[in-house]
């Protein structure tokens, strides 16, 4: 199973912006489906947005035109990039991953958390 580890998360000011990491035990490029996910406090995980191993990606529509994902398969890495914060996006932020499209979802790790207040 893929081991996946969290960074980068912090406290920015509303508007401002945080790039995540996550680094992945195994190549990048061939497993099936990567993605970020949150939680804020008191609220259920959400899906925030995957990337297929054909860059194919899928956004929550609460952050569609603020955040990108992507992956640098070459650095076994996934990022996701966050412009235009709001105060809602505060939240422990996940990745994951299927590593075959039969594959359920890998562990879950620590996170990373990212505030947004001013």
């Known amino acids: 199973q893929v081991q996946l580890v969290e960074s980068g998360g912090g406290l920015v000011q509303p508007g401002g912006s945080l790039r995540l990491s996550c680094a992945a035990s195994?190549?990048?490029?061939?497993?099936?489906?990567m993605g970020w996910y949150r939680q804020a406090p008191g609220k259920q995980r959400e899906l925030v947005a995957t990337?297929?191993?054909?860059?194919?990606?899928d956004y929550a529509d609460s952050v569609k035109g603020r955040f990108t994902i992507s992956r640098a398969n070459g650095k076994n890495t996934m990022y996701l990039q966050m412009n235009s914060l709001k105060p809602e996006d505060t939240a422990v932020y996940y990745c994951?991953?299927?590593?075959?499209?039969?594959?359920?979802?890998?562990?879950w790790g620590q996170g990373t958390q990212v505030s947004v207040s001013s």
């Open positions: 990337i297929s191993s054909g860059g194919t990606t």
């Open positions: 195994q190549r990048t490029f061939s497993i099936y489906l």
């Open positions: 994951n991953a299927r590593l075959y499209s039969y594959s359920t979802l890998a562990s």
